[in-house]
């Protein structure tokens, strides 16, 4: 039962380096979702796939972007990490978009210096 | 500008106390979804209300859809600190601009601490 996995845990990047945060979803959900959690910010959305072979902006896409690589699998790649970006990252699926529930993985903290 | 203001922020009561969680926004949703979300680990579902007065009771929570689909209540009732965590409502707009039509967008969340 493993649902919605992300990988890695814990990250410390540099400015400027580069990093994928992997999601994967055993669910056979068609949707997928980044969102990026800040204190008294909620969870934003950064990008979207509503389906396989399609990816959508969300509220902050800025210095982001992601790869659907096949219906399971969602990434999400900071190309030249900022201090702005640190964050806790979370992964989730969902069956069809938005009135669907979602399912979150257990995050992603990222700390970039 | 926060498209769902939820209120208060912080809550800190003593077990047995009841509380209101409050999610308002000036567009109407397509559905609203309340979530909870413990320390370390990622939202998990409480809730999906879709008819506007829609009303539904999870043990002693209890979550309201307004008449007019704009805004929700979580209602805690002899809260028990098991019950602490962050609550976080989120909801689908119907008419927010061709490009976040269907999106879910989440309240800034509620984080509620009950003491025994």
């Known amino acids: 039962n493993a649902g919605v996995t992300q990988t890695p845990k814990f990250q410390v990047l540099k400015t400027g380096q580069s990093m994928t945060l992997q999601c994967a979803q055993d669910?056979?959900?068609?949707?997928m979702y980044w969102y990026r959690q800040d204190p008294g910010m909620g969870l934003r959305l950064i990008y979207y796939s509503a389906s396989e072979g399609t990816t959508d902006k969300g509220e902050v896409p800025n210095g982001y972007n992601v790869s659907r690589l096949n219906k399971r699998e969602f990434s999400l790649r900071l190309e030249s990490a900022a201090p702005s970006q640190t964050s806790v990252y979370f992964c989730?699926?969902?069956?069809?978009?938005?009135?669907?529930?979602?399912?979150f993985g257990n995050g992603t903290r990222l700390t970039v210096t | 500008t926060q498209l769902l203001e939820q209120s208060p922020q912080f809550l800190s009561i003593q077990e047995g106390e009841n509380l209101t969680v409050y999610c308002n926004s000036s567009?109407?949703?397509?559905?609203l979804q309340w979530y909870r979300q413990e320390p370390g680990e990622g939202p998990v579902l409480l809730v999906t209300v879709v008819t506007g007065g829609e009303v539904k009771k999870l043990k002693r929570l209890t979550f309201q859809f307004g008449d007019a689909r704009k805004d929700s209540s979580l209602h805690i009732t002899a809260a028990q600190p098991g019950d602490t965590g962050l609550y976080l409502c989120?909801?689908?707009?119907?008419?927010?601009?061709?490009?976040?039509?269907?999106?879910?967008?989440f309240g800034q969340g509620t984080t509620l601490q009950v003491k025994p």
């Open positions: 567009s109407v949703f397509s559905s």
């Open positions: 669910m056979n959900h068609n949707s």
């Open positions: 989730a699926s969902s069956r069809d978009r938005a009135n669907s529930p979602l399912h």
């Open positions: 989120a909801g689908a707009f119907l008419f927010y601009g061709s490009s976040n039509t269907g999106k879910l967008i």
